[in-house]
Each structure stands twice: as structure tokens, then as C-alpha cells.
């Protein structure tokens, strides 16, 4: 079993910051990639940014220059500062971890709860 524990999440007003927390912690022999998607209301969900084992990070061209995503040396928590903040950044932010279990060569995918971002205007 996989566990992911979020965390930071809120209410601000627009231009405000926030940052999240995803740890992961279960049966988990190697990370592919840890990430953060969002997803608002009506709307699917839709990739906000992601970091590699190696490093490399990805993010949605509507985040770029005020989301930054980082990781522990472990690998198994990853963060999302979130600055200059907008009401259109509201939505569920949901953690995801792409990993592999111990003594298996598959990779999977799995969600966190999700934990709730409100800006204000």
C-alpha cells in the first residue's frame, strides 16, 4: 500500500502565497515522478507541475514564473510554492506519485485526496 499524506492548502487573497506538501510514504521501491494536478469546478483535471527522479520539472504554461516545485533527496515528498496567486488558480490540488513497487517491474500511478486552494479577488 502507498500513502500520501497533503497537506497546505487554504484560503489567500489573490496575490498571496501558499505551499503544499505531498509525502509519500508505503510500499515504494523507486519514484518515477512526483506532481501536481488541479482541478476546478466543471473543469477536468489538469496537470500544474511535475519533477523527475532526476530532477527535471515540468509545468502548465499558466503557472510558469509563479509555481515552483521542488523535492526532498529521498524523493518521497515533494512541494508547490505557489506565489502571486489568482482566483482562477482555485481548484482541488491533487498529489500524484509514479512509482514502483518492490520486486516488480511495472509502474503506477497513484492520487492523493486532494487538498482544497481558494483565492480570493
Known amino acids: 500500500q502507498v500513502q500520501l499524506v497533503e497537506s497546505g492548502g487554504g484560503l489567500v487573497q489573490a496575490g498571496g502565497s501558499l505551499r503544499l506538501s505531498c509525502a509519500a510514504s508505503?510500499?515504494?521501491?523507486?519514484?518515477?515522478?512526483m506532481g501536481w494536478y488541479r482541478q476546478a469546478p466543471g473543469k477536468q483535471r489538469e496537470l500544474v507541475a511535475t519533477?523527475?527522479?532526476?530532477?527535471?520539472?515540468n509545468y502548465a504554461d499558466s503557472v510558469k514564473g509563479r509555481f515552483t516545485i521542488s523535492g526532498d533527496n529521498a524523493k518521497t515528498t515533494v512541494y508547490l510554492q505557489m506565489n502571486s496567486l489568482k482566483p482562477e488558480d482555485t481548484a482541488v490540488y491533487y498529489c500524484?506519485?509514479?512509482?514502483?513497487?518492490?520486486?516488480?517491474?511495472?509502474?503506477?500511478?497513484?492520487w492523493g485526496q486532494g487538498t482544497q486552494v481558494t483565492v480570493s479577488s
Open positions: 500524484n506519485i509514479n512509482y514502483r513497487r518492490p520486486y516488480s517491474s511495472r509502474w503506477s500511478d497513484y
Open positions: 519533477i523527475i527522479s532526476g530532477g527535471s520539472t
Open positions: 508505503g510500499s515504494i521501491f523507486s519514484v518515477g515522478a
